[in-house]
């Protein structure tokens, strides 16, 4: 096949990627629709430049996008590379076999490999300041081993072994300087806030957090 494709690795289908940019999510509305809880309405989008594609992950599912096992923002593919979206696991093929330029704008990620419980202690770390693409004060260690149920000192092992990997040498605001470079490499993403009723609408606060969403109610009161 001449045209760039992905392959769904459940099925096997094939889908060619004719058209410029390619939506890939749940939804009904979405071009490649994958059937898996774990992907979002509207997931990612694959956008064709030429005889090349790259992917870009759209922040709306907790799960995220993967390339080759690593969590993403936007990067170009290569021949053979494994996209997961969600647990939807898929392949690109048909890309030019020529090499790009490592100094590509689009070019791999330079995030560290970090694990699922790394991956939720950034996501507890980043919260805060997560709703409406205002940057504050990140949680302190207390406040995200009160997030997920674990011990103070739990976080700070995993704080600090997550400083070695993202190279954040000590000194003042050193939990900042980590949030601020796990959100530009686009393992956390800000989520918009989700509306909620008069009265508050259960299923959508629900679905709000189940996406790592803060839920508002009408006057800007947030609940967690």
């Given at each position: 096949?001449?045209?760039?494709?992905?392959?769904?690795?459940?099925?096997?289908?094939?889908?060619?990627?004719?058209?410029?940019?390619?939506?890939?999510?749940?939804?009904?509305?979405?071009?490649?629709?994958?059937?898996?809880?774990?992907?979002?309405?509207?997931?990612?989008?694959?956008?064709?430049?030429?005889?090349?594609?790259?992917?870009?992950?759209?922040?709306?599912?907790?799960?995220?996008?993967?390339?080759?096992?690593?969590?993403?923002?936007?990067?170009?593919?290569?021949?053979?590379?494994?996209?997961?979206?969600?647990?939807?696991?898929?392949r690109i093929g048909g890309l030019?076999?020529?090499?790009?330029?490592?100094?590509?704008?689009?070019?791999?990620?330079?995030?560290?490999?970090?694990?699922?419980?790394?991956?939720?202690?950034?996501?507890?770390?980043?919260?805060?300041?997560?709703?409406?693409?205002?940057?504050?004060?990140?949680?302190?260690?207390?406040?995200?081993?009160?997030?997920?149920?674990?011990?103070?000192?739990?976080?700070?092992?995993?704080?600090?072994?997550?400083?070695?990997?993202?190279?954040?040498?000590?000194?003042?605001?050193?939990?900042?300087?980590?949030?601020?470079?796990?959100?530009?490499?686009?393992?956390?993403?800000?989520?918009?806030?989700?509306?909620?009723?008069?009265?508050?609408?259960?299923?959508?606060?629900?679905?709000?957090?189940?996406?790592?969403?803060?839920?508002?109610?009408?006057?800007?009161?947030?609940?967690?």
């Amino acid at each position: 096949m001449d045209t760039p494709f992905l392959r769904i690795e459940d099925t096997g289908e094939v889908i060619p990627l004719a058209n410029e940019v390619t939506t890939v999510g749940r939804g009904r509305g979405a071009d490649i629709r994958l059937d898996d809880p774990s992907v979002s309405r509207l997931h990612a989008e694959l956008v064709r430049r030429g005889p090349y594609i790259y992917v870009t992950d759209l922040g709306l599912s907790h799960n995220g996008t993967r390339v080759n096992g690593r969590p993403i923002a936007r990067r170009l593919l290569d021949e053979g590379d494994v996209l997961s979206f969600g647990a939807a696991r898929c392949r690109i093929g048909g890309l030019p076999a020529e090499e790009i330029s490592a100094d590509s704008g689009m070019r791999r990620s330079a995030a560290p490999e970090v694990t699922r419980r790394e991956i939720d202690v950034l996501t507890a770390l980043c919260r805060p300041a997560l709703s409406d693409e205002a940057f504050a004060t990140p949680a302190t260690a207390a406040e995200i081993a009160a997030d997920l149920v674990v011990t103070e000192a739990a976080v700070k092992q995993h704080l600090l072994r997550l400083y070695q990997k993202f190279r954040i040498v000590e000194g003042v605001n050193r939990r900042t300087r980590l949030a601020n470079e796990v959100v530009a490499l686009g393992l956390v993403r800000p989520m918009p806030l989700a509306d909620v009723g008069d009265a508050g609408d259960p299923a959508a606060a629900s679905e709000a957090r189940a996406l790592g969403q803060p839920v508002r109610r009408r006057g800007d009161q947030r609940v967690q």
